[in-house]
């Protein structure tokens, strides 16, 4: 997974086109780095599944 994928899942997320994204373990590093440089990127929900899989939500306002 590119910058730009991993760009386009999280304007997916954005606009509601998808409700929650699954990263896989292999993935997750490269996905978080490109995360943190969002913006918005505190308005990003990460829950750690088993296996080191992680669900991506985009909840504006939740960590108040």
């Known amino acids: ?3 730009e994928e991993v760009l386009g899942v999280l304007q997916k997320l954005r ?4 409700d929650s994204y699954r990263v896989a ?3 997750f590093l490269h996905f978080c780095a490109v995360l943190l440089k ?3 990127a505190i308005d ?3 829950n750690a599944q ?3 899989e ?3 939500t985009y909840e504006p306002g ?3």
């Open 54 to 56: 992680t669900i991506y």
């Open 62 to 64: 939740w960590t108040k």
């Open 50 to 52: 088993h296996h080191g």
């Open 38 to 40: 969002q913006e918005d």
């Open 15 to 18: 606009n509601n086109e998808v």
């Open 1 to 3: 997974m590119d910058q």
């Open 25 to 27: 373990k292999e993935e």
């Open 44 to 46: 990003f929900r990460g």
